[in-house]
T-cell receptor, first 114, second 110 residues
């Protein structure tokens, strides 16, 4: 079975540029999560969607970050403009129906902002 | 808001020694999940605990959920080099919010 697919795996760009991270959840999963992981702050929940609807975006750091889920099989996390402090590994995870189900993580996108 | 505290932040052990990581929540949890992240990898689900006082085992790993459903522990008996990684707990409160602990990074010296 295909797992959660994230792209790109690595992204290096200059500050000020727009960055778009992509995620394809596991088919049939109705919840999707975006996380950011850094050494200093650990694993932080940025936003999650249920049935394509954003439920909790309280973890989104600031207005430079935005996330969309136009359909059940695709989500994007956008940073505009990017800053060096945005450098981190960004994970997408999906979960089947039912809040007791485990989350399945993608391989992550390692983002470096120069 | 709900906070999940996890200790220790780091643990370095000699191969064969035991290892324990602890999670504490500021609120009562409906369930708690444990994940393992290998170096350079992504978190992978290990187990879920739901009942008060529940204990589950996976080979050398023992997971416990406290009687008050506010704390949990993961204990590894006789660590091996394959146990290296970061172990995360993730607690779900009664409002269905789930939060990850900061993780415990385990290193094992052969």
């Amino acid at each position: 079975d295909a797992g959660v697919i994230q792209s790109p795996r690595h992204e290096v760009t200059e500050m000020g540029q727009e960055v778009t991270l992509r995620c394809k959840p596991i088919s049939g999963h109705n919840s999707l999560f975006w996380y950011r992981q850094t050494m200093m702050r650990g694993l932080e929940l940025l936003i999650y969607f249920n049935n394509n609807v954003p439920i909790d975006d309280s973890g989104m750091p600031e207005d430079r970050f935005s996330a969309k889920m136009p359909n059940a099989s695709f989500s994007t996390l956008k940073i505009q403009p990017s800053e060096p402090r945005d450098s981190a590994v960004y994970f997408c995870a999906s979960r089947p129906t039912g809040s007791n189900q485990p989350q399945h993580f993608g391989d992550g996108t390692r983002l470096s902002i120069l | 808001g709900q906070q999940v505290m996890q200790i220790p932040q780091y643990q370095h052990v000699q191969e064969g020694e035991d290892f324990t990581t602890y999670c504490n929540s500021s609120t009562t949890l409906s369930n708690i999940q444990w994940y393992k992240q290998r170096p350079g990898g992504h978190p992978v689900f290990l187990i879920q605990l739901v009942k008060s006082g529940e204990v589950k085992k996976q080979k050398r790993l023992t997971f416990q959920f406290g009687e008050a459903k506010k704390n949990s522990s993961l204990h590894i008996t006789a660590t091996q080099t394959t146990d290296v990684g970061t172990y995360f707990c993730a607690g779900r409160n009664n409002n269905n919010d789930m939060r990850f602990g900061a993780g415990t990074r385990l290193t094992v010296k052969p």
